[in-house]
């Protein structure tokens, strides 16, 4: 496998909290990787980093070999990296299908096409997607009008509308019911395997970690505490500690 | 599609009225010229955002015909619309790339900014553009031929029309295709709309050029239905009244501009004349019962009722 994605020496503060002092993580090609760590620790800013929505202090980030340091987000979402937030990003009036064939314009360029949203030929494709995150009872209603975890999941479905290459996700269990969550993920990583994309996803569920990651990233005040594969770091005595509180 | 036989008839009507009415002419061209402003802004409503000084474009506009045809000679009307709309769009891609950098009352002020000091240029440098009295725009030439009055108006009334309907069609196709969708996007989330690779600032930008450019055909032919520019055309009292008319009409759909332009002239129109000290009075009170009791509009209020009417028992 190579590095699809590279970070290394990544700074980044906030007062007096360091979420990141000198971090390196390289993400590989195919591989999914879990980060996990105490609530501040900096997790969600590696993605907000690598997104372009937060420029770090110093160091650098790579894709596919190509530096993306602070470049907006467009352009990063454009070279093939997507994201789903932790608190789900949509479009509150618009229905979940027309949410995600504005996903699908999007790829191919919003610029192009005089037709009206609802016939571009994108039409099949968001039919796919609804059917394969089981929200085609709701294709038609409006956001705003659906519970938390419809949503979490529509975030992660626009994102994966974009083809991209790298997928990164910040808690993508978080607000879907704990009997649910092993369906989602189900879901998700079947989804991500079929379309061969790579992903990191910040997680606090020490079961969905366990399950669908490839490697664990433990961050825990600005730096790599340990890494390796999920049944070595989560045995590790320090992370549980540390990190899981055991 | 399903309201389009009440619009065709609305328009069979007012395509009629003049010659029925004759008097009616020119008070429906003018409400029609000023629906096209209007309908610029709705089209940044869209995006949640309002333009407290869309007027600017009219005088921009109204402006270039009357340097045209008062210091180039340029009468002929196909050469003299052309280059006004230029003009529009062109001082609308300027103000725009300021402007679309800020949202919501930033974008308004920054808006109604511009309108003053467009305003103050406009009546300040007398010897160029005739201070607050203005210019005046000689009746140009259709095609190489003087028109008399009864005919030019006619012939103006009609082709207003005609871009009415025309244009309604084509902002509501744009509204509707990815790039419109994207603008009401905008509204609710910029940052996921920048997350799948779209600059949020171009979309409203496009949009900005496209009001500016409608605003500018209402200012264009307002002049070439009045004779007349002054720098009031650009005043921030005519920005406000083309936000108020928005509102009255119905920001949801693009018949909202012109249905509002008509039911503001015509309310106008006969407050003035009726009660003539206490017009504005009447004209707050109807737009107050508007957003009291019918805040999509009067376009938003018909189309409750084709529905309920619509529904079965």
């Not at chain 2, 006619?154 to 069609?169: D, G, I, N, Q």
């Not at chain 2, 239905?225 to 008319?245: D, K, N």
Request: charged share 15%; glycine share 8%.
């Amino acid at each position: 496998m190579s590095a699809l994605l590279q970070a290394s020496d990544l700074h980044i503060g906030f007062g007096g909290v360091q979420a990141a002092a000198g971090v390196h993580l390289d993400v590989q090609n195919g591989e999914h990787l879990a980060i996990i760590g105490p609530n501040g620790a900096g997790k969600t800013t590696f993605i907000n980093i690598c997104t372009g929505y937060l420029k770090p202090q110093r160091g650098r980030v790579l894709f596919e070999g190509r530096d993306i340091t602070a470049r907006p987000p467009r352009a990063i979402t454009r070279l093939g990296i997507a994201r789903a937030f932790q608190i789900p990003q949509l479009f509150s009036e618009h229905s979940v299908r027309d949410n995600l064939l504005l996903a699908l314009a999007a790829r191919q360029g919003i610029w192009q096409g005089w037709r009206p949203l609802q016939r571009i030929e994108n039409r099949h494709e968001a039919d796919q997607l609804l059917t394969l995150f089981q929200l085609d009872n709701v294709a038609e209603q409006a956001i705003r009008e659906l519970p938390e975890g419809l949503r979490k999941l529509i975030d992660i479905a626009m994102a994966l509308a974009l083809r991209p290459r790298l997928l990164l996700m910040d808690e993508p269990t978080s607000g879907v019911a704990s009997s649910e969550k092993f369906a989602v993920m189900d879901t998700l990583m079947n989804a991500l395997r079929t379309r061969e994309v790579t992903s990191v996803f910040v997680e606090h569920d020490m079961e969905v970690v366990t399950r669908y990651a490839d490697r664990v990233a433990v961050w825990n005040s600005g730096v790599i505490q340990a890494e390796g594969p999920p049944a070595q770091i989560l045995n590790d005595t320090d992370v549980l500690r540390d990190v899981i509180g055991v | 599609m399903r309201g389009i036989f009440p619009l065709a008839l609305l328009v069979l009507i007012i395509a009629l009225l003049p010659l029925l009415e004759p008097w009616t002419e020119v008070v429906l061209t003018l409400a029609l010229a000023k629906g096209f402003a209007v309908l610029g802004i709705i089209v940044l409503l869209q995006a949640g955002q309002v333009s407290f000084g869309h007027a600017m474009f009219m005088a921009a506009s109204a402006y270039c015909v009357a340097f045209l045809a008062n210091r180039s000679g340029v009468l002929e009307i196909s050469l003299l619309l052309p280059a006004a709309l230029l003009c529009s769009a062109l001082m609308g891609l300027l103000v725009g790339l300021f402007v679309v950098r800020y949202r919501y009352i930033f974008f308004g002020m920054l808006n109604l900014a511009f309108s003053m000091v467009l305003y103050s240029v406009l009546e300040k440098f007398f010897y160029i553009t005739g201070g607050s009295d203005g210019m005046r725009v000689p009746r140009p030439l259709l095609l190489g031929q003087e028109l008399e009055r009864a005919d030019y108006e006619r012939w103006l009334f009609y082709l207003t029309l005609t871009l009415a309907v025309l244009l309604s069609w084509l902002v509501w196709r744009y509204l509707r295709s990815p790039l419109g969708q994207a603008l009401a996007a905008l509204k609710t989330n910029e940052t996921r709309l920048e997350y799948l690779g779209v600059s949020a600032r171009r979309v409203l930008l496009i949009a900005y050029i496209i009001s500016a450019l409608l605003a500018g055909l209402g200012g264009t032919l307002l002049a070439l239905a009045q004779g007349l520019v002054t720098p009031e055309y650009g005043y921030w009292v005519r920005s406000g009244e083309l936000v108020f008319i928005a509102i009255l009409g119905g920001a949801g759909h693009v018949a909202g501009a012109f249905i509002g332009a008509l039911v503001y002239e015509v309310v106008r129109l006969y407050a003035a004349a009726y009660a003539a000290d206490i017009w504005q009075l009447i004209l707050g009170s109807f737009l107050l019962l508007i957003i009291l009791f019918a805040p999509q509009g009067l376009v938003g209020m018909a189309q409750h009722w084709l529905r309920r009417r619509g529904s079965p028992p």
